[in-house]
């Protein structure tokens, strides 16, 4: 167990439609990762959040948004939704808010786009 | 930004050893090795800091080149638990992205 954990586990929605998904990172971490993964592409970096701040944006769609609350949970609001975006959702959380430190990941969340 | 792995996929037996390189076309300032086995999260192996600082795993060891930009993940004696896929992380100089390559399928076999 990481400590990091992510809801829901699994989530099947239909295409045009939004979902969110949380992540509660490790006591303690200030950042928060998220990834994309599908199978022919990876581990696709999104976004990072440190502190409530967004740091860093990688490939990550404009349906998609992303926040950190003070609590320091953090939720990635996936909108329009297509068939494609079907994958598997990783969060991470991390000591640091630079590279420097190990990432912990979650269990990810699975979305199915019918 | 996305750093590339090779070989995509490979297959030992048990006790041999295996490379598994990651460059990128852009300077790196840290390098970051991660397994994950299927139906898991990537759980951290090793990072590798410019300048030359290692954190990670006891048994598996990796070099980081900065003039190159590539690292390489040495796997050595494999063992069955080894099985899984490795991915290698790279940071830029924004200080905080971190990319993954699409990973190295490793497969040990008895």
């Known amino acids: 167990d990481s400590g990091v954990t992510q809801t829901p586990k699994h989530l099947i929605t239909a295409t045009g439609q939004r979902v969110t998904l949380r992540c509660s990172p490790r006591s303690g971490d200030l950042s928060v990762y998220w990834y994309q993964q599908s199978l022919d592409q990876g581990l696709q970096f999104l976004i990072q959040?440190?502190?409530?701040?967004?740091?860093a944006k990688g490939n990550i769609l404009e349906r998609f948004s992303a926040q950190q609350f003070p609590d320091l949970h953090s939720e990635l609001n996936l909108s329009s939704l297509e068939l494609g975006d079907s994958a598997l959702y990783f969060c991470?959380?991390?000591?640091?808010?630079?590279?420097?430190?190990?990432?912990?990941f979650g269990e990810g969340s699975r979305l199915t786009v019918l | 930004q996305q750093p590339v792995q090779s070989p995509q996929a490979v297959i030992l037996r048990e006790g041999e050893d295996a490379v598994i390189n990651c460059s990128s076309s852009k300077a790196l300032y840290s390098v970051h090795w991660y397994r994950q086995k299927h139906g898991e999260a990537p759980v951290f192996l090793m990072i590798l800091l410019k300048g030359g600082e290692q954190k990670g795993h006891e048994k598996i060891s990796a070099s980081f080149n900065e003039k190159k930009q590539q690292s390489s993940l040495y796997l050595t004696a494999s063992q069955l638990s080894y099985s899984g896929t490795y991915f290698c992380g790279t940071g830029d100089n924004s200080g905080y992205a971190l990319n993954f390559g699409k990973g190295t399928s490793l497969l040990v076999t008895p």
């Open positions: 959040y440190y502190n409530g701040e967004e740091r």
């Open positions: 991470a959380s991390s000591v640091t808010g630079g590279y420097t430190g190990e990432l912990f």
